[in-house]
C-alpha cells in the first residue's frame, strides 16, 4: 500500500519560477526520498534526507523534512522546461526498512 | 551507481498469453525489486528478487501470476502469466547498491506492457 501522499497532484509554471511540492506519510521512518521521472520512463534518484535531517540541498532543490507533522517538501528554484517531469517521494518505513513505498507523484509542467 | 537494462522496452500483447521481462544489471547487486506502474498512478512493488531463493512478494502478487527468476547477482526476470487488460502497466526494476536499511534505487528504463 502506499504510504505517501503528495499535493498538489499537477503544477504549472513559467520558467524561471519556483515550483513547491509537498509530501505526507503515516508511519515512522528510516529515511524519505524524491525521485522524478520522465515521460513514463526510469525514475531517477534527486536527494535523500534521513530522519534526524531537518533540511537538505542538492543544486536548484531544497528538501526539508518535519518528522513530528510527518511531512517532507521538494523546492525547484529557477524552474527551466527541462525540469518538467512527474516527482515521487519514496519512504523507508522503519518497520519495513528494505523497500521504498512511494507516494502519489505531482506532475510539474514548466512552460518556456 | 548502476546501469540498468530492461528487455523488452514495450510490448503489445493478447490475453492469455504470458511475457518474460528481463533485467541487466552493469555490476553485481544484491538487492533487486520489480515493481508495476499503472497508467498515471505511482510504483507499486511487486516483490523482491532473491539470488538463490525464491522472491518475496508483496500483498496482493502472488507467484503464479508473476513468477520471478534471480539466477545470478546481475540479472532477474519477471513473468507476467495470463494476462488480462488489466495487466497493463509499466514494469520497472530497480536496484539498491548499497546494502543495509534502503537508500538510493537505480531503475531501469521500464517495460511498457500493453495487453488487447
Known amino acids: 500500500s502506499q504510504q505517501g501522499e503528495e499535493d498538489p497532484q499537477a503544477l504549472s509554471i513559467q520558467e524561471g519560477e519556483n515550483a513547491t511540492m509537498n509530501c505526507s506519510y503515516k508511519?515512522?521512518?528510516?529515511?524519505l526520498q524524491w525521485y522524478r521521472q520522465n515521460s513514463g520512463r526510469g525514475l531517477v534518484h534527486l536527494i535523500l534526507?534521513?530522519?534526524?535531517?531537518r533540511e537538505k540541498h542538492s543544486g536548484r532543490l531544497r528538501v526539508t523534512l518535519d518528522t513530528s507533522k510527518k511531512s517532507s517538501s521538494l523546492l525547484i528554484t529557477a524552474s527551466r522546461a527541462a525540469d518538467t517531469a512527474s516527482y515521487f517521494c519514496?519512504?523507508?518505513?522503519?518497520?519495513?526498512?528494505?523497500?521504498?513505498?512511494f507516494g502519489a507523484g505531482t506532475t510539474v509542467t514548466v512552460r518556456a | 551507481s548502476a546501469v540498468i537494462s530492461q528487455k523488452p522496452s514495450r510490448d503489445i500483447c493478447q490475453r492469455g498469453t504470458s511475457l518474460t521481462i528481463q533485467c541487466q544489471v552493469d555490476?553485481?547487486?544484491?538487492?533487486m525489486f520489480w515493481y508495476r506502474q499503472q497508467p498515471g498512478q505511482s510504483l507499486t512493488l511487486i516483490a523482491t528478487?532473491?539470488?538463490?531463493?525464491?522472491?518475496?512478494?508483496e500483498s496482493g502478487f502472488v507467484i503464479d501470476k508473476f513468477p520471478i527468476s534471480r539466477p545470478n547477482l546481475t540479472f532477474s526476470t519477471l513473468t507476467v502469466s495470463n494476462m488480462s487488460p488489466e495487466d497493463s502497466s509499466i514494469y520497472l526494476c530497480s536496484v539498491d547498491i548499497a546494502g543495509g536499511p534502503a537508500n538510493e534505487q537505480y531503475f531501469g528504463p521500464g517495460t511498457r506492457l500493453t495487453v488487447t
Open positions: 555490476s553485481q547487486v544484491t538487492m
Open positions: 519514496a519512504t523507508v518505513e522503519r518497520s519495513n526498512d528494505y523497500k521504498l513505498s
Open positions: 534526507i534521513r530522519s534526524n535531517e
Open positions: 528478487a532473491n539470488q538463490g531463493s525464491e522472491a518475496t512478494y
Open positions: 508511519t515512522s521512518i528510516n529515511n
